[in-house]
């Protein structure tokens, strides 16, 4: 059961983009969540095959274990996935379907968007 006080904060955190300019840092940092290829590649894993559990995901995506993990914990933090711990192994599948939207939209757009996106030189 949520607070008047939660409330007030979840409101506060997703307020429209006349709001200040916190809310916009805030979002942008939701964002950048998945702004890695790495994360975003272990996202499209999880989505495509299900829950996952480190070895399994270091196998699919290469590099050392300690580098995925580091993804992984940020990815958790910022709400995109979720674990259960099952013995000596922790499984992570993602959090929310709107995640899997969310990443379908990005391609979708990306579809019709791609050469500008190619040539920005804003954003490496």
């Known amino acids: 059961m949520s607070s008047d006080r939660d409330t007030a904060v979840d409101a506060a955190l997703i307020a429209p983009a006349s709001a200040p300019d916190a809310q916009g840092e805030l979002l942008a940092k939701f964002f950048r969540g998945l702004g890695d290829p790495t994360r975003l590649q272990i996202i499209e894993i999880l989505i495509e095959e299900g829950e996952q559990n480190v070895s399994q995901l270091v196998k699919r995506v290469g590099g050392l274990q300690g580098r ?24 992570y599948r993602v959090s929310d379907e ?6 379908r939209l990005g391609r979708d757009l990306l579809v019709e968007n791609a050469q500008q ?4 030189q804003v954003i490496r």
Do not use: D, P, Q
């Open 68 to 91: 995925i993990s580091s993804h992984l914990m940020c990815l958790r933090w910022c709400g995109f996935v979720t674990t259960e711990r099952r013995g000596k192994y922790v499984y």
């Open 98 to 103: 709107r995640v899997a939207e969310l990443v």
């Open 117 to 120: 996106v190619l040539v920005c």
